[in-house]
């Protein structure tokens, strides 16, 4: 069974980076595209970054800032975030989906997130 744990979560001050991780096992890794949405206090679940055959997509909203990269050995996604803004404080999900889209309706299994706080 397909399963994606997210890592890597925690404090942070404006300014600063933070890596998150997501392990993904049970073959997923090969067969899906691995996306990241991030979830702040009050608001909507969004759209932040994804990879479909090496081939990453990002929100307007961290271009330039975040970066996500793949382990193929470790089966992990990564989210590299750097010039962290308080704006960014979300509980960060990973989603795993067939296809390479932006929608969270599309996403098929979901890991059960990990928060980051970004201090200002």
């Known amino acids: 069974q397909e399963q994606l744990i997210e890592s890597g979560g925690g404090l942070v001050q404006a300014g600063g980076n933070l890596r998150l991780s997501c392990a993904v096992s049970?073959?997923?890794?090969?067969?899906?595209?691995i996306n990241w949405f991030r979830q702040a206090p009050g608001k909507e679940r969004e759209f932040v970054a994804g990879v479909s055959y090496s081939v990453p997509y990002y929100a307007d909203s961290v271009k330039g800032r975040f970066t996500i990269s793949t382990d193929n050995f470790k089966n992990t996604v990564y989210l590299q975030m750097d010039s962290l803004k308080p704006d960014d404080t979300a509980v960060y999900y990973c989603?795993?989906?067939?296809?390479?889209?932006?929608?969270?309706?599309?996403?098929?299994?979901w890991g059960k997130g990990t928060l980051v706080t970004v201090s200002s």
């Open positions: 049970g073959g997923a890794f090969s067969t899906y595209a």
């Open positions: 989603a795993a989906s067939s296809i390479s889209t932006t929608s969270q309706d599309d996403m098929e299994i």
